[in-house]
């Protein structure tokens, strides 16, 4: 009587923390998958910058996009996909590492840095810097809608 006495209690005692634990892991899953989606968009949006892929980009942007440049030029959507269709924004290299990713439900706060080769508007655009991306969640899909950059001096 008393093993089963202590069994009873030893389940009582543990059962309530092993659900707290379960609930915990479940919570912190969705934030870990959502980092992982926008890490992967990251590199995909690189891959689309490396190519001049302009109809990726329009995906993987909202349509009031903002980015403030490296020179501190503020750009809209329309002026990036425009730029790199027509050939006036080309990179030869471009290499993202450090990312930060940072879930606040619907919305995402990559921080990271780049070293890129490459012109824009006939412009060197070539360096290190470190760069701040907000994402929202639309439609079930994350989008860009700005983009800081910042020139990391020499």
Known sequence: MKILNLLIVMLITVLPHAAVQASDTSAS???ATAVDEIKALEEARNQALLHSDAAALDKMT???YT???LRGE???KA???KGFASGAFKYESRQIFDLNVRVYGDTAVVTGRSIQK???DSKDYSG???FT???IKQAGHWVSVALQATLIQK
């Open 118 to 120: 490459g012109m824009e």
């Open 62 to 64: 909202s349509d009031d």
């Open 128 to 130: 290190s810097y470190w």
């Open 133 to 135: 991306r907000v994402y």
């Open 67 to 69: 980015f403030v440049t």
């Open 29 to 31: 899953s969705t934030p």
């Open 74 to 76: 503020m750009r809209t």
């Open 79 to 81: 002026e990036i996909l």
